[in-house]
C-alpha cells in the first residue's frame, strides 16, 4: 500500500536558519503531495500541495517540488521564524491512481525554532 | 473563509461510555472523512463517507464505530463503547466540490477525546 516517510524529528533550529524537512512516499501512480502544518494547540492546516510531477508547492516562504524520479517531496524554507514552530506533516493522496480520496500520512516532523 | 467545525473541543468520557463526535463539514463539499491521532503518533485515517454512505474504511473502524449524516450540515462519529486506547485527537475533513477533481482536504480543529 501507499506509505509516507518522513524525517525524525524534533529538528531545532536558530531563528533566520535554513529548514529542510524530508520526505519520500512509495504509491503506485502519480499521487498528490501535501505538506500539512500543526502549530500547538491547533488543528491541520494545509500548507502546500503539487499534483503532478515537477510541480512546485509554496506558500508562506515555504517550498517543496514534486520529485518523481526520487519519490520525494522536502519541504525547505530559506529562513525561518519562531513562528513556524509545529509540527509538519506529509501526505498524499493517491486517487487518480486507486480512487482512495482519503490521504496517507508520515508521521509528522517537529520544528523548533529559536530566537 | 468557509471552514470545517467541531465539536466539543475536549471530550472526557469514562470507559464504556457512548461518545458521538460532531463535525460540519464545508457546505460544497461532498467527500467526507474521519482522522484520529494520538498523542504523539501520526494522523490515521478511520473512515470516508460519499453520498450518504462509507466509501472507505480502515481497519481501525471496527465495529464500535459508526457515521451518520443526520441532516443537510452535520456529519458525527459515533463510538458505541470506548476503551481506553481510543483516546486520542480526532479530526474531521471534507473535500470535494462538485465537479472538482482534486483531493484536497479541509481539516477542522479536532476533539480531544479523553477516556478514563
Known amino acids: 500500500g501507499d506509505s509516507v516517510t518522513q524525517m525524525e524529528g524534533p529538528v531545532t533550529l536558530s531563528e533566520e536558519a535554513f529548514l529542510t524537512i524530508n520526505c519520500t512516499y512509495t504509491a503506485t501512480g502519480y499521487p498528490s503531495l501535501f505538506w500539512y502544518v500543526q502549530y500547538p494547540g491547533e488543528g491541520l492546516q494545509l500548507l502546500l500541495k503539487a499534483t503532478k510531477a515537477d510541480d512546485k508547492g509554496s506558500n508562506k516562504g515555504f517550498e517543496a517540488t514534486y520529485r518523481k524520479e526520487t519519490t520525494s517531496f522536502h519541504l525547505e524554507k530559506g529562513s525561518v521564524q519562531v513562528s513556524d514552530s509545529a509540527v509538519y506533516f506529509c501526505a498524499l493522496s493517491n486517487y487518480m491512481d486507486t480512487g482512495r480520496r482519503a490521504l496517507t500520512f508520515g508521521s509528522g516532523t517537529r520544528l523548533q525554532v529559536q530566537p | 473563509e468557509p471552514e470545517v467545525t467541531q465539536t466539543p473541543s475536549h471530550q472526557v468520557t469514562q470507559m464504556g461510555q457512548e461518545v458521538i463526535l460532531r463535525c460540519v463539514p464545508i457546505?460544497?463539499?461532498?467527500?467526507f472523512y474521519w482522522y484520529r491521532q494520538i498523542l504523539g503518533q501520526k494522523v490515521e485515517f478511520l473512515v470516508s463517507f460519499y453520498n450518504n454512505e462509507i466509501s472507505e474504511k480502515s481497519e481501525i473502524f471496527d465495529d464500535q464505530f459508526s457515521v451518520e449524516r443526520p441532516d443537510g450540515s452535520n456529519f458525527t462519529l459515533k463510538i458505541r463503547s470506548t476503551k481506553l486506547e481510543d483516546s486520542a485527537m480526532y479530526f474531521c475533513?471534507?473535500?470535494?466540490?462538485?465537479?472538482?477533481?482534486?483531493?484536497?482536504?479541509?481539516f477542522g480543529q479536532g476533539t480531544r477525546l479523553t477516556v478514563v
Open positions: 475533513a471534507s473535500s470535494g466540490a462538485l465537479g472538482v477533481m482534486n483531493t484536497e482536504a479541509f
Open positions: 457546505s460544497n463539499h461532498l467527500y
